[in-house]
């Protein structure tokens, strides 16, 4: 797992491929990641939106912006964490995911939560 941690919200990041949604005659590599958000801080705070940023083999660089994850908006407590799990779909057999998670906190204030860069690398690329 790649973690960063931004005023008291931990990230950790993971991916892996998915072989049997990927086509790689067609340039299709899919991969799935598993994120997990924990308060280790002492204040609450809620994730409202987030921005990745997704690099592939060749350097072309997407932006994905979005309400929330998974159709939600959790709300961490201290010593709360939230997992969820989603995909992405990739030119090249490789590339990298990065961005942030915009917070709020029970008192408006706001600030970017760090998403680590973390690799997309299809498992026959691997040793």
Known sequence: MHTAETQGIRVSAEATYVAVESDPAAGRFFFAYRIRLENVGDRPARLVSRHWVITDEVGHVEHVRGPGVVGET?????????????????????????????????????FDAE?????????????
Do not use: H, K, W
Not at 94 to 104: D, E, F, I
């Open 115 to 127: 998403i680590p860069r973390f690799p997309l690398l299809a498992t026959f690329l691997q040793n």
């Open 74 to 110: 959790p709300r961490l407590g201290p010593g709360e964490a939230f997992e969820y799990t989603s995909f992405c779909p990739l030119a090249t057999s490789s590339g990298s995911m990065r961005g942030t998670y915009q917070m709020v906190r029970d008192d408006g204030a706001r």
